[in-house]
């Protein structure tokens, strides 16, 4: 198993750094703190961190430093958060080689989804990312991210469902197919027990997509943009 990234935040304001730390982390990525300048120096100094997220509790001035320091061809990926107002710093962090700059206030899952384009180019695996018609899959994580804001997690048995249903779009399944392919989590395995399974993945998804035959099995009948 790949080791988990290593996400730093340098001075982010307490409720996003929060926000952000817990949704890294559920996303299987290890994230360190640093409030005080010192300990950025002590944090950054050590090997391991790939991406450092520099909030604007510290002045541009001290952001641009840590950048100067610790960013490089060697060094992990910057995002600076500037205020909107700040248009040269962010001009001169870019010209120094930060990876990104954005401007406060911020969206959490947009500033999770930078770090992990950025961990992506430095070949961390992406997300596996399945939208359907209320929720957004990720199947790495094994997260549901409704329209709504909020967040299930999938677990392994669900995710393994649910990936025998990707592989065989408008295929019927039976009951034995899924059996052998996804078996269940414990040893109730009966046949009664896959329409449990299937009626809490659909309830979890929020999804339509998965029908039932009656007599046959389920079928799983993608979104349109399945075929695109």
């Not at 990876?99 to 992506?120: C, I, K, M, T």
């Not at 359907?132 to 995710?159: C, F, I, W």
Request: include cysteine.
């Amino acid at each position: 198993m790949a080791a988990r990234s290593v996400i730093a935040l340098v001075s982010v304001a307490e409720v996003i750094a929060t926000e952000l730390a817990d949704h890294l982390e559920r996303r299987g990525h290890d994230v360190r703190q640093a409030r005080q300048p010192w300990e950025a120096e002590s944090l950054l100094s050590g090997k391991g961190i790939e991406v450092v997220v520099v909030g604007d509790s510290l002045s541009q001035a001290e952001g641009r430093d840590l950048l100067r320091r610790h960013g490089g061809e060697d060094g992990p990926d910057f995002i600076l958060i500037c205020r909107p107002a700040d248009l040269v710093d962010k001009v001169l962090a870019l010209e120094l080689g930060a990876a990104d700059v954005v401007e406060s206030p911020l969206n959490v899952r947009e500033l999770a989804a930078r770090v992990g384009g950025l961990l992506a180019r430095r070949g961390r695996p992406a997300q596996e990312l399945i939208v359907l018609e209320n929720a957004t899959v990720d199947l790495r994580s094994a997260m549901v991210m409704h329209r709504s804001g909020t967040e299930e997690q999938l677990s392994p048995g669900q995710v393994a469902l649910l990936r025998l249903f990707l592989a065989s779009p408008r295929k019927v399944l039976t009951r034995d197919d899924i059996i052998a392919a996804a078996p269940a989590e414990n040893a109730d395995a009966f046949d009664r027990s896959i329409d449990s399974r299937i009626v809490r993945l659909r309830r979890k998804l929020d999804t339509e997509t998965i029908i039932t035959i009656r007599g046959a099995g389920y079928r799983f009948d993608p979104p349109r943009q399945f075929d695109d």
